[in-house]
């Protein structure tokens, strides 16, 4: 498998395992995160920064460096 996908399949799991863990009671706000605009991200949708690896990281470390996981 190329290292980009691996590293891209990395940053997604954790970032999956992240909105779960912060959302444990309401896993249906987990998977809405991604597609809803956030004011901490200037009013963009997440999945849509996430198109590069380099913005993909940059948003993992951003959600490790908010949660308690």
Do not use: C, F
């Not at 190329?2 to 444990?24: F, G, Q």
């Not at 809803?36 to 991200?41: A, E, G, H, M, Q």
């Not at 590069?52 to 470390?61: D, F, N, Q």
Request: hydrophobic share 40%.
């Amino acid at each position: 498998m190329k290292p980009d996908i691996v590293a891209r399949t990395l940053h997604i799991a954790t970032i999956y395992e992240i909105l779960h863990a912060s959302n444990l009671k309401r896993p249906d706000l987990a998977d809405k995160w991604p597609t809803t605009p956030s004011i901490d991200l200037n009013g963009n949708r997440p999945v849509d920064l996430m198109q590069s690896l380099e913005m993909l990281a940059r948003i993992r470390r951003w959600m490790e460096s908010m949660s308690a996981y």
